[in-house]
């Protein structure tokens, strides 16, 4: 089945607290996962920002449930059922979730409603997904227009704005050195096949051919795979890599796939995009936000020894 969200689980983990007992979060996600069936590529399916979905959304759902009230944290790692969380079970709800948990006013004032948008937030309808889900969708949004718009750019510039620009990604990716020495162009016309050449690392003991194409929407076939492997030949090389701003076709992808002495990467436009906002080429930070946790650690009480 699919892996439930935070609210789904707020019930069944009060559920498990029920006997009144101490329990740990780890044992908690474990009896969850069980519970809902959870497959072993569900369990493990993690978040953009690093962690298992499935452990993100007990966590939530236990801070959530800690905030109205119906746990408490009675050491650390631990959580139990609290008097209201008991009287909540003896209702026979059907599901517990954000909307039932704004009756309590500690959860209320956790998500930080004043008086005068308390009403406006009980009727405010609450998403499925956790903070951290939200947040990584926004920032996925975000990145996938940015990407969608840097694409565009690159289409409209000039072919020999576009070479450069490749040269600096590759640079900027640990190929070659310097700007200076690290890629030079080989012919303008009559360039056999091979825009520009640079080191596959600085001593330059490898060299990597490329072939850069500013299309719009042709997509690159495997015809023009061919010319760039034969103009690997004549060059005496064996790593080369493709760029375009459009799209490879299927049995252009099949044919450098299948290459025995040479190796061809392929790179479209969409993944062409994707490495610029990787590497901070033609992109700028405006905002940054850094989403944090709690350091366990630091709060670790160390007994020192007396002398």
Request: proline share 3%; aromatic share 8%; net charge neutral.
């Amino acid at each position: 089945m699919a892996i439930p969200d935070y609210q789904t689980v707020m019930l069944p983990l009060l559920r498990l607290t029920s006997d009144g007992g101490e329990h740990q979060i780890r044992e908690a996600v474990e009896k969850l996962a069980n519970q809902f069936s959870l497959n072993e590529e569900e369990r493990k399916e993690t978040l953009p920002s690093g962690g298992t979905i499935f452990d993100n959304r007990v966590g939530w759902a236990r801070t959530y449930l800690k905030k109205a009230g119906l746990l408490c944290y009675p050491k650390r790692t631990y959580f139990q059922i609290t008097q209201r969380g008991q009287d909540a079970l003896r209702k026979n709800l059907k599901k517990i979730d954000v909307h039932f948990l704004r009756s309590f006013p500690e959860f209320c004032e956790f998500q930080g409603a004043g008086k005068d948008v308390n009403d406006r937030l009980i009727d405010a309808p609450a998403s499925s997904e956790t903070p951290e889900e939200l947040l990584a969708a926004g920032y996925l949004a975000l990145r996938k227009q940015l990407e969608s718009d840097l694409l565009v750019r690159l289409k409209a510039c000039s072919p020999d704005f576009f070479e450069k620009l490749v040269i600096r990604l590759l640079t900027t990716m640990g190929y070659g050195g310097s700007l200076t020495d690290a890629g030079k162009a080989i012919g303008k016309t009559a360039d056999g096949g091979v825009d520009g050449v640079i080191k596959e690392d600085k001593l330059g003991l490898e060299l990597l051919f490329i072939q850069a194409k500013r299309w719009d929407n042709n997509v690159v076939g495997r015809p023009e795979i061919q010319k760039f492997v034969g103009a690997l030949h004549g060059q005496k090389a064996k790593k080369g890599i493709f760029l375009t701003t459009s799209t490879f076709s299927k049995e252009a992808r099949d044919y450098a796939g299948g290459l025995d002495d040479r190796r061809v990467i392929l790179i479209d436009g969409t993944q062409l995009a994707e490495l610029m906002f990787d590497y901070g080429i033609g992109v700028s930070t405006i905002n940054g936000y850094l989403v944090k946790r709690i350091d366990s650690d630091f709060f670790e009480e160390v007994e020192v020894a007396s002398e």
